[in-house]
């Protein structure tokens, strides 16, 4: 069956950085395109971003453009959040999904970032 | 700056019809936004419930349902159960790359 399993996060400053990982298996990884999103503590989902299915296009929410990047490694089924002045209002779970569509048919189960000094 | 806007709670009685609704700040949603509805209990990755605005997921009991009310996105429970207690979020595509979720709605059966 589909699976996805985010991890990576942690505690760290502000200004910081950090690397998020999703290994998918169950589905044929490089086919699909990929989104991330996240939940700050209490609060709403909030789309962060999306890549296409080989790398080819990206697309990211005004709050993390010039901070975050999204990529993959399809040769390891995997997709990544490469995220850089890392801020203390990007303290959030973490949850990558994949696109069928234009929906996010399945989802990780999330991995915590905690921004804090 | 697009702004997604749904109920902050709802409340319906067990066995119930409940619509929790899917708007823009400004303008119009259409089928064109492919919404889709997603269900969160607390501590869990969220659930896809209906695409595409009217398609259940696989899995997802017929008692829900999407629709596009007026200007609009929708989703109803007919018959609600005490499990339907949850947070609902919808999602709309706006096109070039760039999903919006709603702030989504807690529902309350009781």
């Known amino acids: 069956q589909v699976q996805l399993v985010e991890s990576g996060g942690g505690v760290v400053q502000p200004g910081g950085s950090l690397r998020l990982s999703c290994a998918a298996s169950g589905f044929t990884f490089s086919s699909y395109d990929m989104h991330w999103v996240r939940q700050a503590p209490g609060k709403g989902l909030e789309w962060v971003a999306f890549?296409?299915?080989?790398?080819?296009?990206?697309y990211y929410v005004d709050s993390v453009k010039g901070r975050f990047t999204i990529s993959r490694d399809n040769s390891k089924s995997t997709l990544l959040l490469q995220m850089n002045s890392l801020r203390v209002e990007d303290t959030a779970v973490y949850y990558c999904?994949?696109?069928?569509?234009?929906?996010?048919?399945?989802w990780g189960q999330g991995t915590l970032v905690t921004v804090s000094s | 700056q697009t702004v997604v806007t749904q109920e902050p709670s709802f409340s319906v009685s067990p066995g119930g019809t409940v619509t929790l609704t899917c708007g823009l700040s400004s303008g119009s949603v259409s089928t064109s936004h492919y919404p889709s509805w997603y269900q969160q209990t607390p501590g869990q990755a969220p659930r896809t419930l209906i695409y595409s605005t009217n398609t259940r997921s696989s899995g997802v009991p017929d008692r829900f349902s999407g629709s596009i009310l007026g200007n609009k996105a929708a989703l109803t429970i007919t018959g609600a159960q005490a499990d339907d207690e949850s947070d609902y979020y919808c999602?709309?595509?706006?096109?070039?790359?760039?999903?919006?979720f709603g702030g989504g709605t807690k529902l309350t059966v009781l």
């Open positions: 999904a994949n696109v069928y569509g234009y929906y996010f048919e399945y």
């Open positions: 890549i296409r299915y080989d790398g080819s296009n990206k």
């Open positions: 999602v709309l595509y706006m096109g070039s790359g760039i999903w919006v």
